[in-house]
């Protein structure tokens, strides 16, 4: 009984140098979602070291479990708030991307509205500009230029016969001649440039002599007496001269009717060469020469005697 006691006694005794086992609780976390708020509290011991006194291994694996627990823990805390911190990368990058397209767009809407602003300023620039030359160019229009003819003064005036350049006996003219205007400019903002076609003296459709006046410019309001000689050396007649009377001698015994024929052009600047009203007078003069006295000059007066053709 002793032995068998003795032999209970000893296998359920403990080694003095063992030390007590600890206890721990676990808080189960299960209860907060299911049991409304309650905690349920286990109790557990570490497992009894082993007879060949081998060292517990509960606190090195708690030890490890709980530091795994940390680690795990800190590593999907430093996940999660990488990829909260992309994610806010992402948002700016995303709202910067929008501003500048609305920027952008913005910038393309403005150049736009500029680009239209000065086509327009310039169509209506060009519109006011072309309104304004068609108002100076219709009132420089009224200001018509004039001519006034005077006279036409011969100082020579001979028939005669002769030769001609391929040698037909025809009857030869001389006549030497001034004629004498006046031009007038009657515009009051403006100066002329004045030209002229050459001065026919014509009998009987042939010209018989020829005068150029030289160009000049007229100011504005103002007006020039005009001199030109019109002259012609043995200009064959034909058979024209049949019809005048000619005294042996060369000289004339009636009238002769002559024809006196120009285009006097002239040109105003108003506006550079942007607005030049232009001005054409196709004069057109009966003459009647009539001489007395070959050696005698004769002057006859154009003024009733011309017509103007604007």
Same mark, same amino acid.
């Given at each position: 009984?002793?032995?068998?006691?003795?032999?209970?006694?000893?296998?359920?005794?403990?080694?003095?140098?063992?030390?007590?086992?600890?206890?721990?609780?676990?808080?189960?976390?299960?209860?907060?979602?299911?049991?409304?708020?309650?905690?349920?509290?286990?109790?557990?011991?570490?497992?009894?070291?082993?007879?060949?006194?081998?060292?517990?291994?509960?606190?090195?694996?708690?030890?490890?479990?709980?530091?795994?627990?940390?680690?795990?823990?800190?590593?999907?805390?430093?996940?999660?708030?990488?990829?909260?911190?992309?994610?806010?990368?992402?948002?700016?990058?995303?709202?910067?991307?929008?501003?500048?397209?609305?920027?952008?767009?913005?910038?393309?809407?403005?150049?736009?509205?500029?680009?239209?602003?000065?086509?327009?300023?310039?169509?209506?620039?060009?519109?006011?500009?072309?309104?304004?030359?068609?108002?100076?160019?219709?009132?420089?229009?009224?200001?018509?230029?004039?001519?006034? @003819?005077?006279?036409?003064?011969?100082?020579?005036?001979?028939?005669?016969?002769?030769?001609?350049?391929?040698?037909?006996?025809?009857?030869?003219?001389?006549?030497?001649?001034?004629?004498?205007?006046?031009?007038?400019?009657?515009?009051?903002?403006?100066?002329?440039?004045?030209?002229?076609?050459?001065?026919?003296?014509?009998?009987?459709?042939?010209?018989?002599?020829?005068? *150029?006046?030289?160009?000049?410019?007229?100011?504005?309001?103002?007006?020039?007496?005009?001199?030109?000689?019109?002259?012609?050396?043995?200009?064959?007649?034909?058979?024209?001269?049949?019809?005048?009377?000619?005294?042996?001698?060369?000289?004339?015994?009636?009238?002769?009717?002559?024809?006196?024929?120009?285009?006097?052009?002239?040109?105003?600047?108003?506006?550079?060469?942007?607005?030049?009203?232009?001005?054409?007078?196709?004069?057109?003069?009966?003459?009647? @020469?009539?001489?007395?006295?070959?050696?005698?000059?004769?002057? *006859?007066?154009?003024?009733?005697?011309?017509?103007?053709?604007?």
């Amino acid at each position: 009984m002793s032995t068998q006691g003795k032999t209970d006694s000893d296998d359920t005794s403990f080694p003095a140098s063992s030390p007590h086992r600890p206890l721990y609780f676990v808080q189960s976390p299960s209860g907060d979602s299911h049991d409304g708020g309650k905690t349920s509290l286990s109790l557990h011991s570490t497992p009894a070291p082993s007879p060949m006194g081998s060292p517990p291994h509960s606190n090195s694996s708690l030890g490890r479990h709980s530091s795994s627990t940390r680690f795990s823990g800190s590593g999907k805390t430093s996940t999660h708030g990488g990829h909260q911190r992309k994610g806010e990368k992402s948002w700016k990058e995303f709202d910067k991307i929008e501003e500048e397209g609305l920027l952008e767009y913005e910038g393309a809407r403005r150049r736009h509205s500029r680009r239209c602003y000065i086509i327009a300023f310039v169509i209506g620039f060009f519109l006011l500009f072309s309104l304004f030359s068609l108002i100076l160019l219709c009132v420089s229009k009224t200001h018509k230029p004039t001519i006034t @003819m005077e006279s036409i003064r011969f100082q020579q005036f001979v028939i005669q016969a002769g030769i001609d350049s391929s040698g037909v006996a025809t009857d030869m003219v001389s006549v030497n001649t001034i004629v004498k205007f006046k031009f007038r400019n009657t515009a009051t903002f403006f100066g002329l440039h004045v030209t002229s076609t050459p001065l026919h003296l014509s009998f009987s459709k042939l010209n018989v002599a020829t005068g *150029v006046m030289q160009k000049f410019y007229q100011p504005r309001n103002s007006h020039k007496s005009i001199k030109v000689v019109v002259r012609g050396t043995n200009i064959p007649l034909y058979g024209g001269g049949g019809s005048l009377g000619i005294n042996p001698n060369g000289t004339l015994t009636g009238a002769v009717p002559l024809t006196l024929s120009f285009t006097v052009r002239s040109r105003g600047n108003v506006l550079g060469r942007l607005v030049r009203p232009k001005f054409y007078m196709r004069m057109n003069c009966a003459v009647a @020469m009539d001489f007395g006295n070959p050696k005698k000059k004769v002057s *006859v007066p154009l003024k009733d005697s011309c017509t103007c053709r604007r």
